[in-house]
């Protein structure tokens, strides 16, 4: 099995990509290490600071990205600012492992174009609009204003869907968790 490939899970907010990157990081025959981002958001209450995101403010953000400090970063939604840092894919690449991204459809793309041979881009799908609103609306995470955002950019998302290595639609979770396995064996070689 190859080590030093990336693996990215790119979806609208609610499909269900951190809960697949979790199921991924268990399988340890993977080596898979999670690409730990920067945000400007705050925390949710089950978050934890340096594994899940590494928080800082809008203006340390903006410090690094003039100083070119990340592979690459986005303005996922209004006013929140979220990126890749180039030290995390040195540090965990150093540690021979594989990489395993949850980034929004555009950071998706971008990392695939920067490594075109080593890296799966899997978009993940959900059977319906309605049904990726049922799960945002579950998780109870967001504000009404925040949750109005995250549905309004899921449509523009689900139009890049094509332009990835392959879909994943996320219905039953134990079929998506074994397709997501079947899909990362064939990737990593097993
Ligand atoms: P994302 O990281 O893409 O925003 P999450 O992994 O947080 O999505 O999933 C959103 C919500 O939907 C969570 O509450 C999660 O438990 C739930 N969920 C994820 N996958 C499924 C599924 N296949 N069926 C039902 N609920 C799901
Ligand atoms: P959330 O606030 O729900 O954790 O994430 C919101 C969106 O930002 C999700 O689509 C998530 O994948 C994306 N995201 C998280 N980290 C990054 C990153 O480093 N780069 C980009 N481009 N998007 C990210």
Do not use: W
């Not at 269900?16 to 991924?24: A, D, P, S």
């Not at 290490?33 to 203006?59: C, G, H, K, M």
């Not at 890049?160 to 392959?166: E, G, M, N, S, V």
């Amino acid at each position: 099995m190859k080590t030093g490939q990336l693996v990215v899970f790119s979806a609208p907010s609610g499909a269900g990509k951190t809960t697949i990157v979790r199921h991924l990081l268990a399988q340890t025959q993977f080596k898979f290490a999670f690409s730990v981002s920067a945000t400007t958001r705050q925390p949710r209450p089950n978050e934890r600071p340096n594994l899940d995101y590494y928080y800082i403010t809008q203006e340390q953000f903006l410090a690094k990205v003039k100083t070119g400090d990340f592979l690459e970063y986005q303005q996922v939604y209004e006013g929140f600012y979220y990126g890749t840092l180039k030290s995390e894919i040195e540090r965990l690449r150093a540690l021979g492992k594989n990489i395993l991204f949850d980034v929004d459809v555009h950071g998706g793309l971008n990392i695939k174009a920067m490594y075109p041979d080593d890296c799966l881009a899997v978009f993940v799908s959900v059977p319906s609009m309605e049904v990726l609103q049922e799960r945002l609306k579950k998780r109870n995470t967001e504000s009404e204003a925040q949750y109005e955002m995250r549905i309004e950019k899921a449509k523009q998302e689900m139009r890049l869907k094509t332009y990835f290595d392959a879909v994943l639609l996320n219905d039953k979770l134990t079929q998506t968790f074994q397709e997501a396995e079947s899909l990362i064996n064939q990737f990593l070689g097993s």
